[in-house]
């Protein structure tokens, strides 16, 4: 199974991107997608996570700017960020939690997003 995200870049305070994040190959079910980032000097955050039932989750910092969805279809994830701030510069990695045949993770290369003026 192989992770696929793209979507960041540099962006001005107050801007918006969209990170797209595809999963490829056999032997998975997907019980979570997730995004997760980390900025120069921290720890890996969860950011979003959105569940096979459609339950989203999100970090407090994050809520009401971004949003999480998936296209079940092209078993692909979204991160929708809207009103970026500098402290949302980080590299942001796409996590597929999978329970078939067993619970396992995937990993996605990691996406930078910059956001400054």
């Known amino acids: 199974v192989q992770l696929q995200a793209s979507g960041g870049g540099l962006v001005q305070p107050g801007g918006s991107l969209r990170l797209s994040c595809a999963a490829s190959g056999s032997g998975y079910s997907i019980k979570v997608w997730s995004w997760y980032r980390q900025a120069p000097g921290k720890q890996r955050e969860l950011v979003a996570e959105i569940h096979r039932g459609g339950n989203t989750k999100y970090t407090d910092s994050v809520k009401g700017r971004f949003t999480i969805s998936r296209d079940n279809a092209k078993d692909t994830v979204y991160l929708q960020m809207s009103n970026l701030k500098p402290e949302d510069t980080a590299v942001y990695y796409c996590?597929?939690?999978?329970?078939?045949?067993?619970?396992?993770?995937?990993w996605g290369q990691g996406t930078l997003v910059t956001v400054s003026s």
């Open positions: 996590n597929l939690d999978s329970d078939f045949p067993m619970r396992h993770d995937y």
